[in-house]
């Protein structure tokens, strides 16, 4: 008898696990619940979330309430009579009404090694806080943010080359395999919910656009974690000065290097990069974008819009 599961998720994060579920014959996949077509682009056309269209794909029902905790749709939900619930980077609190439902209940993936950064952001904070590791916790939900019972976890190493579109990538694919294995064990009784740790607890907030923004007075090796934590999305970013108002730059790639000066003063600028003061150190700059423009390394930039070393970025609020 196959295991009757609705899944409920939002982001391309979910979209493993989706893809993952759904193509074990032992599971079917009652129903895919995600957030509402939302409008995007310069003509706001509405578009589906990731995981609708990987459910579309699939051919599988999908459900797009406003709010979850809508009468109507806890109805919906069980009249579908699920044995479990899965939820992936859905967006939304369940009510308590829903986490009752299943007789197995509602379990999460979540990309962190909970009890650590809870909430909307792991996997930046991870990278912005200098973390040498992650992970992801397969937990049992609760009414709490991110508070349930532990059923596993599975441990990764943050690679100086990583970025958080890189890290997601494989925090992803790591959920979606522990994912499944989990869900095997937890079903048939092999898996014991243990209590998050009371000690080391800390939450990752959700990420604003203005977070992006470079202090060069921070130490390079902070802002070499900043510009890799936000890459793509929202983007490291400082400003140089121009007339009628200061350009404002994206920073893509950069490597810590040694140098001193005033934070912000550019020390070098040539075909290894430019080089930019922090405290203590210096950080070079591999490849930039000029708002407005496509993204290019430090020389091809260099060649339109030549800089001399003693030039400093401004720090624009």
């Known amino acids: 008898m196959s295991l009757r599961i609705i899944f409920m998720g939002t982001a391309e994060l979910a979209c493993a696990s989706l893809e993952a579920l759904a193509a074990q014959g032992d599971f079917e996949i009652a129903a895919v619940v995600t957030q509402p077509d939302r409008p995007k682009g310069r003509e706001l056309k509405l578009h589906p979330s990731p995981v609708k269209a990987a459910a579309l794909r699939r051919q599988l029902q999908v459900l797009q309430p406003e709010r ?50 809870r909430g909307a952001a792991p996997i930046q904070w991870a990278i912005l806080n200098d973390e040498a590791e992650t992970g992801v916790t397969i937990m049992k939900m609760d009414a709490g943010l991110d508070t349930g019972d532990i059923l596993t976890q599975e441990r990764t190493p943050i690679y100086p080359q990583d970025n958080s579109e890189s890290l997601h990538d494989r925090l992803a694919a790591l959920g979606a395999g522990l994912l499944v294995r989990t869900v095997r064990e937890y079903v048939a009784g092999r ?127």
């Open 68 to 117: 979850a905790r809508n009468e109507e749709f806890v109805r919906a939900l069980q009249a579908l009579a699920p044995d479990l619930i899965v939820v992936a980077a859905y967006g939304q609190i369940l009510p308590a009404s829903i986490l009752a439902l299943p007789r197995f209940g509602c379990i999460n993936v979540h990309t962190s090694l909970l009890p650590k950064y």
């Open 191 to 317: 898996v014991v919910p243990r209590p998050q740790p009371a000690e080391g607890t800390s939450y990752a907030r959700k990420i604003a656009k203005e977070d992006g923004l470079l202090d060069w007075a921070q130490p390079a090796r902070t802002l070499w974690n900043r510009v890799r934590a936000f890459a793509p999305w929202p983007g490291a970013f400082t400003h140089l000065p121009a007339e009628p108002k200061p350009h404002l730059l994206k920073i893509w790639q950069v490597e810590v290097a040694p140098g001193s000066g005033q934070p912000g003063e550019i020390l070098e600028a040539g075909k290894a990069g430019i080089v930019v003061a922090c405290a203590p150190a210096a950080l070079r700059i591999l490849s930039l974008q000029r708002e407005g423009g496509r993204r290019m390394t430090a020389q091809e930039f260099l060649t339109g819009h030549p800089l001399e070393p003693g030039k400093r970025f401004l720090r624009v609020s």
